[in-house]
């Protein structure tokens, strides 16, 4: 488990479970364990469940690896720009600090 890993806590208000495996992270910056995830986004119009804010695009609502294989890390940002991968970046890190 990395250390980013160990400070991620499931935003759902009556779970507070420390992440791990698979998580689903929000437009909106919130962040849910795959049980809670799972459940609350199956349907059609999601609402996040931490802020009620509307999910309807098709990347507001993603389920992502929290420990992603070094094969995939080598591979994500390749192809990119220098200046997309800093702003991915940058991104990254404030959200992090939102979501601590």
Not at 58 to 75: F, G, N, Q, W, Y
Request: charged letters at 20%.
């Amino acid at each position: 488990m990395s250390m980013c890993e160990d400070m991620l806590l499931c935003n759902y208000r009556k779970c507070r479970v420390k992440l791990s495996g698979y998580a689903w992270v929000t437009a909106c910056s919130h962040i849910f364990c795959d049980q809670h995830g799972s459940g609350e986004f199956s349907r059609s119009s999601a609402v996040c469940p931490a802020c009620n804010s509307a999910l309807s695009g098709k990347l507001d609502i993603v389920r992502t690896e929290l420990s992603p294989s070094e094969e995939h890390k080598a591979m994500v940002l390749a192809g990119l720009r220098p200046e997309t991968v800093l702003d991915i970046s940058s991104r990254r890190a404030s959200m992090l600090y939102f979501l601590t």
